[in-house]
């Protein structure tokens, strides 16, 4: 998880409330990736930026999902409102290239009850 | 059909042994392979990456790729207690610049 902060670690709330996740790219690396990771379904591309720009988020399950990288050193997942269902590690990675090794980092675990 | 896909296990070999993982996938055009692995409560973090058939070694661990087959595996040679861990396949397929990664195997090396 080296060159990339995530936050909070931790989560736990209720279910309709507002959540942002929140990742802090260290290093330079030109794309952005948000994942989340379940027991059942695996881990699961939610959307990716590309130098900040939005490329795909064909993986973002519903309009409740929303991302942002308003600049290089940041980026945010927000979930409004959410659901138990919602529960999963949420996971930020980077890469110099599009198909290149994925630096992942530490994780967001999520609880909602 | 999923585009990547890995026996889930648990895959249990003794201390010594040659842990033999196994990912297949189903796009043709894939490029590029990719073994993650994840230790319970941590983030993924590469192993290998593989892009041309046959081997390449790196220590105790050798991925093999076959693409005719459709396959990749990921070999541990003397495997250790703390290899233990899921071991995720990722495969760049043809149709997207973005690897697809597989559920995962869960590997335990016990004593």
């Known amino acids: 998880d080296a060159g990339v902060i995530q936050s909070p670690r931790h989560e736990v709330t209720e279910m309709g409330q507002e959540v942002t996740l929140r990742c802090k790219p260290i290093?330079?690396?030109?794309?952005l990736f948000w994942y989340r990771q379940t027991m059942m379904r695996g881990l699961e591309l939610l959307i990716y930026?590309?130098?900040?720009?939005?490329?795909?988020d064909s993986g973002m399950p519903e309009d409740r999902f929303s991302a942002k990288m308003p600049n290089a050193s940041f980026s945010t997942l927000k979930i409004q409102p959410s659901e138990p269902r919602d529960s999963a590690v949420y996971f930020c990675a980077l890469s110099q290239g599009a198909g290149e090794t994925q630096y992942f980092g530490p994780g967001t675990r999520l609880l909602v009850l | 059909q999923k585009e990547v896909e890995q026996n889930s296990g648990p895959l249990s070999v003794p201390e010594g042994a040659i842990a033999s993982l196994n990912c297949t996938y189903s796009?043709?055009?894939?490029?590029?392979f990719f073994w993650y692995r994840q230790y319970s409560g941590k983030s993924p973090e590469l192993i290998m990456f593989?892009?041309?058939?046959g081997d390449k070694e790196d220590g105790r661990f050798t991925a093999q790729l076959n693409k005719a087959s459709q396959y990749v595996s990921l070999l541990i040679r003397d495997s250790q207690p703390s290899d233990s861990a899921t071991y995720l396949c990722?495969?760049?397929?043809?149709?997207?610049?973005?690897?697809?990664f597989g559920r995962g195997t869960s590997l335990i090396v016990h004593p």
């Open positions: 290093s330079g690396h030109d794309y």
């Open positions: 593989i892009y041309s058939n």
């Open positions: 796009d043709r055009g894939s490029q590029s």
């Open positions: 990722a495969v760049r397929t043809g149709g997207s610049y973005i690897p697809t």
């Open positions: 930026f590309n130098n900040n720009v939005p490329i795909d």
